[in-house]
């Protein structure tokens, strides 16, 4: 007789074979073994299928699915064939520690439904950094809304009940790099119960995307997801002065990013500046980015 798996680790994937085995390879090894693994294929040109057959395990399931490009459509499609009380969500190029979800299912047992932990972030340059999400009051719909995303896809455990109460990922491919944050804005509103863990149980691994098309892209979905939430909003002046600051934070945090475009990074601030003169960090990150490009194009002398 086949046991119901607790948990469902939906593991989208594309022409990532080699990392994908080694994220197979953490859930294999959790201390925690009540689980099934459904890898999403997007069709992959790689060896992904050959990597998963090797596993020759039956909790691992395959399916091949055509996402166009949307990733959010393969994780509702592993969604849809997820058979476990609780989805964790596991990119294929990110890997876990041995007892993320021994932690994780204890939390469950005690009523929470939306579980979240700390995580490694790995650079492509392979420089690091610990990031801890959190805590729960962080996580709630308002301040998610208005001061921004603080949970990492990899690092959540959620009730599948609460996740098919709000019908799974946005596919709107408009908001790709973004439909994570309007998942947990649609799942705070529901107020479920909430723990995150004070740990670092797993490894997240930041592919390269520095270029300037990439960040503006992701900007672009994060306005479009910001844009939605707060149509629903009220509009009184306090509120509205509310939602030109987290405007303001949009800004800011995309011209960060793009260290190497000075003068797109300027005009952003700018714009920033426009939505919200009183948010210091904006002369800050305007006076680093001026240094960085007078720095960078003074000619060495003789």
């Known amino acids: 007789m086949t046991t119901k798996p607790y948990v469902s680790v939906v593991i989208p994937t594309y022409n990532h074979a080699k990392l994908l085995k080694k994220a197979l390879n953490s859930v294999i090894a959790q201390t925690f073994q009540n689980w099934e693994a459904v890898v999403v294929n997007n069709f992959s040109t790689d060896d992904t299928i050959e990597v998963v057959n090797s596993f020759a395990d039956q909790r691992i399931k395959l399916f091949n699915f055509s996402?166009?490009?949307?990733?959010?459509?393969s994780r509702n499609h592993g969604l849809k064939v997820a058979t476990g009380d609780f989805i964790a969500f596991l990119d294929s190029d990110d890997v876990w520690y041995p007892n993320k979800l021994q932690k994780c299912s204890e939390l469950a047992l005690t009523g929470d439904q939306f579980i979240c932990h700390g995580?490694?972030?790995?650079?492509?340059?392979?420089?690091q950094r610990t990031v801890m999400y959190g805590p729960a009051s962080n996580a709630t719909y308002n301040r998610l809304l208005y001061k921004g995303n603080c949970i990492s896809t990899s690092?959540?455990?959620?009730?599948?009940?609460?996740?098919?109460?709000?019908?799974?990922?946005?596919?709107?491919?408009?908001?790709?790099?973004?439909?994570?944050?309007?998942?947990w804005l649609r799942l705070a509103a529901k107020n479920p119960q909430t723990s995150f863990i004070p740990e670092v149980l797993g490894e997240f691994h930041r592919l390269a995307n520095s270029a300037s098309s990439g960040v503006l892209r992701n900007f672009a979905a994060e306005l479009i997801v910001l844009k939605t939430h707060f149509s629903r909003q009220p509009q009184s002046i306090m509120n509205r002065l509310r939602i030109r600051h987290r405007y303001a934070i949009a800004h800011y945090g995309a011209a960060r990013q793009l260290t190497t475009q000075p003068a797109q990074a300027i005009r952003l601030f700018a714009q920033a500046f426009r939505l919200?003169?009183?948010?210091?960090?904006?002369?800050?990150?305007?006076?680093i980015t001026l240094w960085r490009a007078i720095t960078t194009t003074q000619s060495p002398k003789g």
């Not at 995580?119 to 420089?127: A, K």
């Open 67 to 73: 996402n166009n490009g949307v990733i959010a459509a």
């Open 119 to 127: 995580e490694l972030w790995i650079n492509s340059d392979l420089t």
């Open 155 to 183: 690092t959540t455990f959620i009730a599948k009940p609460l996740i098919d109460s709000v019908q799974g990922f946005d596919e709107n491919p408009e908001i790709v790099t973004t439909e994570d944050y309007d998942l």
């Open 276 to 287: 919200s003169p009183f948010l210091i960090k904006i002369y800050l990150g305007t006076a």
